[in-house]
């Protein structure tokens, strides 16, 4: 079964960066639109930033200037440059992909499993 495999994620301090990636870990059909997510504790899931095919992206206000999403298309790759990262992006980090698995299948909104960012000095 493809999953969609995160990485990148660590311990950093204030005014610190980091970059996550995310991929399938095996052959899709096709992919879509591609994204990441965040949930810090007691709060619910949100955007952070999304990025369509054709390269459009869209970011919540509170990372616009300091993220960066990026895709390659060629290796089904989304990115997430973050940089000045302060505390309140401490938060686990889920990347949404809309995929479509075979020639044959409906299009899904797949989730990878997280990784954790931590940003503390």
């Known amino acids: 079964q493809v999953q969609l495999v995160e990485s990148g994620g660590g311990l950093v301090q204030p005014g610190g960066s980091l970059r996550l990636s995310c991929a399938p870990s095996g052959r899709v059909f096709s992919i879509n639109a591609m994204g990441w997510y965040r949930q810090a504790p007691g709060k619910q899931r949100e955007l952070v930033a999304r990025?369509?095919?054709?390269?459009?992206?869209n970011y919540a206000d509170s990372v616009k200037g300091r993220f960066t999403i990026s895709r390659d298309n060629a290796k089904n790759t989304v990115y997430l440059q973050m940089n000045s990262l302060t505390p309140e992006d401490t938060a686990v980090y889920y990347c949404n992909v809309d995929i479509q698995y075979t020639r044959a299948s409906m299009w899904y909104g797949s989730w990878g499993q997280g990784t954790q960012v931590t940003v503390s000095s």
């Open positions: 990025i369509a095919r054709d390269g459009g992206t």
